[in-house]
C-alpha cells in the first residue's frame, strides 16, 4: 500500500481470514519500504496479527510478501506511533483517545481499563491488551478524552480467543448522548460506531447484560477548538 508520504511506521496490524485457509497466513513477512519489520507465525487461534516494525522504521510504503501459496488479507492497518496513518487522513479526524485516562466499572482477571488505549488491537486475552470487568451486571468502560471534541466515529477491536460475545448489546455514548448498540457477529473483529459528530469530552461503553472485555477503543473526531477556532475581538 502507497500512504501517499513518508511516515515513522511503528506496527502493521493484519487480520486473517476465518472460513477456511487460515494456514495461508504462515510465513508471512511485512516491509515497511526496503526493511524488515518480522514475518507471520500462523497459530490456529489467532485471527488478529501485530508485526512490530523496529524503532526508527520511516517509509512511505509497506508490502506484505508470500514467498509460496495464495496470499489472503481481510484487512491491514498501518500504525504510525500507535496511530493510525488511514485514520489519521480521512475525514473522521484525529485519533483523540490513545493513552488518554481510562476507568472502568470493577476489574477481573487483571483487565485493567488502561489496557484499552494502549494502542494494542490484539484480541488475544492472555497478550495482556484488553480491558475485563469482574460482574456480570451493569458494566461500564470509559475514557476522559482531555479535550471538547467532535465525536465522529469510535472503532472497538473485540476479543478473538475467547467470550467474543460479552461484546453484545454493548452501547457507546459520548458523554449522555447515544451513538449505537454493538450487534455480535461471530466472523467480526473490529465494530465501527458513528457518533454523528456528537459534542463530547468522554467517550463511554456500556454493557448491562454481561462481562465487559474490550481490546481497544479508538475514538476519532476534532476538538471543537480546531473546528471553531477563538478570534481575538
Known sequence: VNLQDEYDISRVVIHNRI???QDNIDKVEVWAGSRLCGKIKYFAENIVYPVNCPTGTKASEV???LAAGNLTLCEVEVL????????VMNKNGTLLSHKKRASQSNIGWGGIPSRGVDGNVDGNYHANSCTHTSSLRDNWW???LDTTAKIEKVV???RVDHNSSF???AKVYVNDEFCGEISYHDTQTK???DCHGFIGSKVTVVQNDNYLTL???LVYGNPVEDEYPLVNI
Do not use: A, L, M, Q
Request: glycine share 0%.
Open 156 to 158: 472497538i477491536y473485540n
Open 167 to 169: 461484546i453484545d448489546h
Open 142 to 144: 470509559s475514557v476522559d
Open 63 to 65: 508490502t506484505v510478501k
Open 191 to 193: 465494530y465501527i460506531i
Open 80 to 87: 504510525s506511533n500507535e496511530d493510525s496513518v488511514f485514520s
Open 19 to 21: 472460513d477456511c485457509c
Open 215 to 217: 481490546c481497544e477503543v
